[in-house]
């Protein structure tokens, strides 16, 4: 199973982005839910947003009035919008997918990361 990100770039504050994630493999039974943190540099990674099959959403307190989590469940994608940058939104976005893949024993659950992609906002 892979998780690959896209949508990174250098952006000026004030400006937005859109990031999105893939996951992919041939085993894939189900994806319960798909997520996205962030790591800025010298910081701890945090999450900034989660969303499950069914659509259910939590995001970090601070993040929630600029950033839309969203998904499409037929393409295994997830999506980050994110509006009015600022420079302290600069740091590398990792993509976060729980899996239930199938085994030769039945079903196994895995947590996949994304290689993340970085995010520079300017001032």
């Known amino acids: 199973v892979q998780v690959e990100e896209s949508g990174g770039g250098l952006v000026q504050a004030g400006g937005s982005l859109r990031l999105s994630c893939a996951a992919s493999?041939?085993?894939?039974?189900?994806?319960?839910?798909m997520g996205w943190y962030r790591q800025a540099p010298g910081k701890q990674r945090e999450l900034v947003a989660r969303?499950?099959?069914?659509?259910?959403?939590n995001y970090a307190d601070s993040l929630k009035d600029r950033f839309t989590i969203s998904r499409d469940n037929a393409e295994n994608t997830v999506y980050l919008q994110v509006n009015t940058l600022k420079p302290e939104d600069t740091a590398v976005y990792y993509c976060n997918a729980e899996v239930r893949v199938v085994t030769i024993e039945g079903y196994s659950d895995l947590e996949v990361w994304g290689q993340g992609t970085l995010v520079t906002v300017s001032s």
């Open positions: 493999g041939r085993n894939i039974d189900s994806i319960k839910a």
């Open positions: 969303i499950t099959t069914s659509g259910n959403t």
